[in-house]
């Protein structure tokens, strides 16, 4: 079975800096997708950036972009130019390539200060 | 474009009493997928639908619940009886094609009395 592990429950950062999140997972597949998603107070789940295994490029998304290492089975998150609005809880999430089953970490809530 | 639709957005209801979850899908989307979030287990996948037919029901908890997806721009997640346990927030999804990512709708939050 698949697992997602966000070690990091609770983090914050001052506003215009740049936070990383960590997420690692553990699968013996090859090809798959990686998520994270937003959960601000409101409660929505938001897409923030996917990444598909077989590439090697990591995805960027303005100012959100991943750090992909396969080997490591690693996937944090980077936000850059952090912002007031970033804050929220953000999970990272696995799917394997054919399969619709998706994995979700427990979550990381940040916290933008001013 | 308008998201994934859920209603209603709260409710709260008294145990025993049967609970039904609505969901349309975006237009178009031909997965569809009922997630349960809860702080304890987080978010699971409950059931999903490929062109409104249930494919992986593993995650419903028990027979107490159930799930049906009538066409294509509509499901019903059901709780008869509810339970105190049961309350949670749910989350309705859709997707194009597998490959395709999950689009979340805004959720219905759920109290069981």
């Known amino acids: 079975a698949q697992t997602v592990t966000q070690s990091q429950p609770e983090m914050s950062v001052q506003e215009a800096e740049t936070v990383t999140l960590s997420c690692t997972y553990d699968?013996?597949?090859?090809?798959?997708?990686l998520f994270w998603y937003k959960q601000p107070p409101s409660r929505q789940m938001i897409l923030v950036i996917r990444?598909?295994?077989?590439?090697?490029q990591n995805a960027t998304e303005n100012r959100f972009s991943v750090n992909f290492q396969k080997a490591a089975k690693s996937f944090s998150l980077k936000i850059s130019d952090s912002q007031l609005g970033d804050t929220a809880m953000y999970f990272c999430?696995?799917?394997?390539?054919?399969?619709?089953?998706?994995?979700f970490g427990a979550g990381t809530r940040l916290t933008v200060k001013p | 474009d308008a998201g994934v639709i859920q209603s209603p957005r709260h409710e709260v209801t008294e145990m025993g009493q049967e609970v039904t979850l609505r969901c349309k899908p975006i237009?178009?989307?031909?997965?569809l997928f009922w997630y349960r979030q809860t702080m304890m287990r987080g978010l699971e996948l409950l059931i999903y639908?490929?062109?409104?037919?249930?494919?992986?029901d593993s995650g419903m908890p028990e027979d107490r619940f159930s799930a049906k997806m009538p066409n294509a721009s509509f499901s019903t997640l059901k709780i008869q009886p509810s339970e105190p346990r049961d309350s949670a927030v749910y989350f309705c999804?859709?997707?194009?094609?597998?490959?395709?990512?999950?689009?979340f709708g805004d959720g219905t939050r759920l109290s069981i009395l």
């Open positions: 999804a859709s997707s194009y094609r597998v490959s395709q990512p999950q689009h």
């Open positions: 699968t013996s597949e090859n090809n798959y997708y």
């Open positions: 990444q598909e295994a077989y590439k090697q």
């Open positions: 999430a696995f799917r394997k390539y054919n399969n619709n089953d998706m994995r």
């Open positions: 237009s178009g989307h031909d997965y």
């Open positions: 639908f490929n062109n409104n037919v249930p494919i992986d």
